[in-house]
């Protein structure tokens, strides 16, 4: 389906931007009043797609545009006009379109680091609790339609309130970043690490069934406990689901990580539970 094939997606708006330089083409080489410029108008195909597809390909069609600019200019060009006249028109065109590229450009990377910021925790690294129940409802759906494995687990410091109580909250927010780095080293490249709140985190893991996330919850576990040498030591509770059923709903699955993690709690702290129906 077009809406989830972002290559022919790219495809589309590359071919839609390619006729729209046609039809300016069109235009210009059967423009009845030369007084009347339009060549200018291949801006617009052109930034579009440095917006849309990057500056690459922005440059890709800029060179194309100026090639047709060039034939038409040459063909309309009034005899005894000399040829510099026509170099200085596109040298004139490339300088406007080197400019807008170049604020488009620095646009998207504003944009992008604004879409960063909106997502993730600036102290940890880790997704935003509203991005990772976001990123759950996705891979919740694609584990429903294909019927494959999924987990999650949910993870809280032990005693951390006594952390920030005796040291600090610099020394808190301190551990706070280690155990968000301790977390991205111990799980894969493709499970999607989230901060649910203060010392509360979750890892998502697409592809995963019961055992294999049992076993990675376990590293996890020791991952954070070796994480502190010294004052203050710090470990963890994990709760875990697995296999989830069809009929789950993101708000569903959180609750019952939250409920495993508290039966590790009440167990005796810096273990691993996993949620039994």
């Not at 059923?245 to 409920?259: K, N, S, T, V, Y």
């Amino acid at each position: 389906m077009i809406g989830t094939n972002p290559q022919l997606r790219r495809a589309l708006r590359l071919g839609a931007n390619a006729v729209l330089v046609g039809a300016l083409y069109w235009l210009n080489e059967h423009n009845s009043a030369p007084e009347v410029r339009l060549g200018i108008l291949y801006v617009v195909p052109v930034l579009l797609v440095t917006w849309q597809d990057g500056v690459g390909a922005g440059l890709v069609f800029t060179v194309g545009t100026v090639l047709l600019r060039y034939q038409v200019g040459l063909e309309q060009l009034d005899a005894g006009t000399p040829l510099s006249e026509r170099l200085s028109t596109e040298g004139a065109f490339l300088v406007v379109v080197g400019v807008g590229m170049a604020g488009l450009w620095q646009l998207r990377r504003t944009q992008a680091e604004l879409e960063r910021l909106a997502s993730y925790d600036q102290l940890t690294g880790a997704l935003h609790a509203p991005a990772i129940t976001t990123r759950l409802a996705t891979e919740l759906e694609r584990a429903r339609r294909y019927r494959r494995p999924l987990a999650l687990l949910y993870l809280d410091l032990d005693d951390f309130k006594a952390v920030n109580d005796r040291h600090g909250h610099s020394t808190g927010d301190a551990v706070l970043r280690l155990v968000g780095d301790a977390v991205q080293r111990a799980v894969r490249q493709a499970d999607v690490v989230g901060r649910l709140g203060g010392d509360e985190f979750a890892v998502l893991m697409p592809e995963t069934d019961g055992p294999v996330a049992l076993a990675a919850a376990t590293r996890l576990a020791v991952s954070v406990r070796t994480a502190f040498q010294g004052t203050p030591s710090v470990t963890a509770s994990i709760g875990l689901v697995a296999s989830i059923e069809p009929g789950g709903i993101p708000e569903e699955l959180l609750r019952r990580a939250d409920a495993a993690m508290y039966q590790a709690k009440r167990a005796g702290k810096d273990r691993v539970v996993q949620f039994a129906d």
